[in-house]
């Protein structure tokens, strides 16, 4: 239960980062075409 308890956790944070990476990514974006 450990483990999987675990695993939960980090894919919940991965979700997390992916979600920040990819308005970080559309606003360096923006800049670009700036």
């Not at 980062?17 to 990514?25: A, G, I, Q, T």
Request: avoid cysteine; hydrophobic fraction near 45%; proline fraction near 0%.
């Amino acid at each position: 239960k450990l483990s999987v308890s675990s695993t939960e956790s980090g894919h919940h944070n991965a979700l997390e980062l992916d979600d920040v990476s990819k308005v970080l990514l559309g606003f360096a974006f923006s800049v670009l075409i700036a």
